[in-house]
């Protein structure tokens, strides 16, 4: 089966976009074509290029990277390689590695010294088109690392599994994260819910800290498993932790907001010899901090980016039904409302995790 067209939302130039019409191509040996399900809407990888401050964007494009869907058509060597047949739900990696390069070669593929990225890096006037996943089909670069999702895992709960993915790279390879340890979280939207499942999953305990506003979320963190939330409006965030603490301070930190004030306090927060994981993103901003922290307590701050790695841990937690992740989805908009989404995600007002959900496709023999 096969669509005759895909209906998609293209961003033609920054804070300008419409829904237009693609042909969806045959599928050659080594390439998957996806039927998406279901989108997140990502204030960076998806507002970035709306805001026209993404650095790799090529217009025109379709946006989406935090994509889930089942497999539409597929090649005879995808098929073999990937060991997916068509209805099976499956997801790539936003980073499609060149898996030639000496970050790839050395495992490090999050960092590919040519980097592609769906949703950004590919413009749809170049073929096969559909290079992003707020489309009904997508296609699967051959050089893309794609996951298998069980069709039983609910469709909310599985397109949330690159947001997953990168909290176990940030909280359990880039932290390391131990049994016992007491961990800080700066940020509670969907990457601090998630670093906080994956930490708990660890046995840690777990501080998540937010600003004024995050009520809704800090609570909702609370009953997926965050031991203390702290609302920074609420009184001093250093001080609450002191006490928890029994004055000692924090095993591990992760900044997961991008907000440059969490750099200051996650150093402050932290214990002797403590652990600093720097994932969220400032644009940039220049940050001012006590650099004499690190080494009078002998910190170790690490940088975290991407998903490298991470997807197997992250399908098998969504897939125990252990974590209902599924009530992080708030608000849902349809292609044609693609923008309005966007929108409303960079101005905070899409409750914790939004997403777009493309028409159903009409196949034809």
Partial sequence: MRARSSKAFVLEQPGQGSVQEFEVPSVDPDWVLMEVEMCGICAGGDGGPYRGVHPHARYPLILGHEMVGKVAAIGERAQSRRRLSVGDRFLPEVLIPCGYCRMCHGGAYNLCENEKQYGVSFSCADPP?????????????????????????????????????????????????????????????????????????????VILIGAGGDDERLDLAHTLGADHVINAADGDPLEQVRQITGGEGVDLAIEVSGAPAAVEMGLKMLRR?????????????????????????????????????????????????????????????????????IKDVLARKAGVKAVIVPPPTENTG
């Avoid at 609910?154 to 880039?174: D, G, I, K, M």
């Avoid at 800080?184 to 499942?197: D, E, R």
């Avoid at 001012?288 to 980016?305: F, Q, R």
């Fill in 273 to 341: 010899r403590g652990r600093f994981v720097l994932a969220g993103y400032s644009e940039h901003a220049q940050i001012s901090i006590t650099k004499d922290e690190i080494p009078a307590k002998e910190l170790t701050v690490i940088g975290g980016w991407g998903q490298a790695h991470g997807f197997d841990l992250a399908i098998r937690l969504l897939e125990s039904n252990r974590y209902p992740l599924e009530q992080l989805v708030t608000h849902r908009y349809e292609l044609a409302y693609a923008e309005q989404g």
């Fill in 129 to 205: 088109h559909l290079w992003g996943a707020y489309s009904q089909y997508l296609c699967i670069h051959p050089n893309s690392i794609t996951h298998r999702v069980s069709n039983d895992v609910p469709v909310e709960r599985a397109v949330l599994t690159a947001v997953l993915a990168n909290s176990v790279r940030w909280v359990q390879q880039r932290g390391n994260v131990q049994p016992g340890e007491k961990v800080a979280i700066f940020g509670p939207g969907v990457q601090g819910i998630g670093s906080t499942i994956v930490a708990k999953e660890a046995g840690a305990e």
